[in-house]
C-alpha cells in the first residue's frame, strides 16, 4: 500500500501541471501516518529545496533491441 501526496506547484513545475509531489524527508513519515497528525505541519515539513534537470533526448532503438 502506498499514498502520493501533492501539493500545488511551485517553480519550473507550475508550467506543466497545477500540482506536484510533495516529499517527506525519512524522519517526517510517522508525523504523516499518525491518525491525529495536522496536515498543515506536515506541508511544512516538506522537502522544497529540489533539483530540477532536464530529461536527456535518448536515440529511439528498434523495438527487437528491447528485452526485458
Given at each position: ?8 506547484a ?38 522544497s ?20
Open positions: 500500500m502506498f499514498s502520493i501526496l501533492t501539493r500545488e511551485a517553480g519550473t513545475v507550475r508550467d506543466i501541471h497545477g500540482r506536484m509531489p510533495l516529499i517527506l524527508d525519512k524522519e517526517n513519515i510517522l508525523d504523516w501516518i499518525r491518525p491525529n497528525g495536522n496536515p498543515s505541519t506536515i506541508v511544512e515539513k516538506a522537502l529545496n529540489m533539483v530540477f534537470e532536464r530529461a536527456v533526448d535518448y536515440p529511439q532503438f528498434p523495438p527487437e533491441t528491447i528485452t526485458a
